[in-house]
Each structure stands twice: as structure tokens, then as C-alpha cells.
């Protein structure tokens, strides 16, 4: 049995990530974290990681970019390993992500859905192809009115999965209102959406002489985002200290 916490477990999706896990037999959320109060959970409940007396497995933090100092220190001390989900991380916080994954495992990803891991790896091998026949290449991301980053984490992953079988050669282009010219053979366009309830939308589109082909992937509620949380934590347990991803998980499958 996999012993959990949940850090966030009062925000929407500890409240997803706790119901996915009642129904399950291998794993358990032995205790939660969130400052803010919320319902009376079958677990305890602890205001901060400092009040937190239970013995776990394996952190999942869904939480906020301004607490995930806190949590990769505690999860660093106490070798605990920590599935990281929070997105809109600084460079700063990602370089203290990478520090604290020398003394216990880290998995993060800029996506936890199984099926945006997947099509990650599918886009490099079109990538090598169509980029080598010059297609161009733009990528299209819709979120809910109330997310913060744009663009999406998981776009800026998509364009670097493809940038990396192109060996580097794309530059990022966010907007081009100011420009008058024609589009350059080597960028990658990301554009963000954001508006309503939408759970998340990513398009890639590679577009050639007369053909498009376009790839995309649409969550239509959170779960799947949770379940693949569930499944990192229950892969990271027994994991050795390092930075994984759900690259690794997918692969143990």
C-alpha cells in the first residue's frame, strides 16, 4: 500500500486526486496539507508541512507556484519523494526542483495526462519528418478564463519536443502583431486562448503545400490530470533519488 500526501488537498484538484484514490486498492491518502480550511476529509488534515506527524511514501503537490519552495525542501529533508504538478514554475524554482532531486526522487512533468506524454513523443517523430520537408509549425493552446500562465506549460513542451529532434533549430515566436514580413522556415508560433471552463486544448499543426496534418489533444475534465498524478506517485515510491518524468512512468508500463 502506497501511503500519500496530499499537499493542496482542500483546492480542486486534491479534491479529484482524493476521490481517484478511494477507489483504489494499492494506494492511500495517508494525510493532507492545505492552509486553507475546506470539508472533513477521512484522512488528517495539517495547516502546514511543519504540524505534519504522519509517515508517508510519496508527496503529490497540486498546489501553487508560491508554495513549492516549502514543499521540495521538506520533501529534500526528509527523503521523501515528490511528484511535482504545479505549474508556472520560475527558473529560479526549477533549478531548485533539480538541487533538491540529488537527495530524493522528483518527478515533473508539464503535463501529468498520460495521453499529452504520449503525443509528446509522437509529435518529435512527425517533427523529424515533416520539419526536414519544410513544413511550418504552430501550435494552438486553449485554457479556462482563470489560468494564470500563458502560454501553457504543455505547449512550451510540445515546442521543445519538437525542437528536439530538429536539433535545436526553432525560435519561439509569441506574437506577431508587429511584424510585417513573410514567416520565417524556423519558428515554431504558439499562441494561447484563454476563456469559460475550458479544462485544456492543445493543437499542433504542421502545415505544408497543399496538406496540414495536426495533432491534438483535449482534456474535458481534470481527472485525467489525476490520474496520471496517481499513477507518477505510485511509480516514484520506491524510486532511488533523481529527476524523473512521465516519460519514465509510461515506459514501465
Keep these: 500500500m502506497v501511503k500519500v500526501m496530499m499537499y493542496g488537498c ?5 479534491h479529484v486526486i482524493c476521490n481517484l484514490i478511494k477507489d483504489m486498492e494499492n494506494v492511500t491518502v495517508a494525510a493532507g496539507i492545505d492552509p486553507c480550511p475546506g470539508d472533513q476529509k477521512d484522512f488528517p488534515v495539517f495547516a502546514s508541512l511543519d504540524e505534519c506527524n504522519v509517515d508517508v511514501d510519496v508527496i503529490i503537490d497540486f498546489s ?17 519523494p515528490l511528484v511535482e504538478c504545479t505549474t508556472g514554475l520560475s527558473e529560479e524554482q526549477l533549478a531548485h526542483l533539480e538541487a ?4 530524493t526522487a522528483i518527478l515533473r512533468s508539464a503535463n501529468m495526462s498520460l495521453g499529452v506524454n504520449t503525443l509528446l513523443e509522437m509529435v518529435k517523430t512527425a517533427a523529424k519528418i515533416l520539419g526536414e520537408a519544410g513544413f511550418d509549425i504552430d501550435i494552438v493552446e486553449k485554457h479556462h478564463r482563470r489560468k494564470l500562465d500563458a502560454p501553457s506549460g504543455t505547449a ?12 535545436g ?3 519561439y515566436v509569441f506574437d506577431r502583431s508587429e511584424r510585417r514580413m513573410q514567416r520565417p522556415q524556423d519558428e515554431i508560433g504558439i499562441s494561447a486562448v484563454r476563456g469559460g471552463t475550458i479544462v485544456g486544448e492543445h493543437e499542433i499543426i504542421f502545415a505544408g503545400t497543399d496538406e496540414v496534418i495536426e495533432f491534438k489533444h483535449t482534456a474535458y475534465s481534470r481527472a485525467v490530470f489525476g490520474k496520471g498524478a496517481v499513477e507518477a506517485a505510485v511509480y516514484l515510491a520506491d524510486k532511488p533519488a533523481g529527476l524523473y518524468d512521465m516519460k519514465d512512468v509510461i515506459s514501465a508500463k
Aim: aromatic share 10%; charged share 20%; net charge negative.
Design 10 to 14: 482542500n483546492g480542486y484538484m486534491g
Design 64 to 80: 501553487a507556484a508560491v508554495a513549492v519552495d516549502g514543499v521540495l525542501d521538506y520533501a529534500a529533508a526528509k527523503k521523501i
Design 100 to 103: 533538491a532531486s540529488k537527495q
Design 156 to 167: 512550451l513542451a510540445f515546442a521543445d519536443s519538437i525542437n528536439e529532434a530538429a536539433d
Design 169 to 171: 533549430k526553432y525560435n
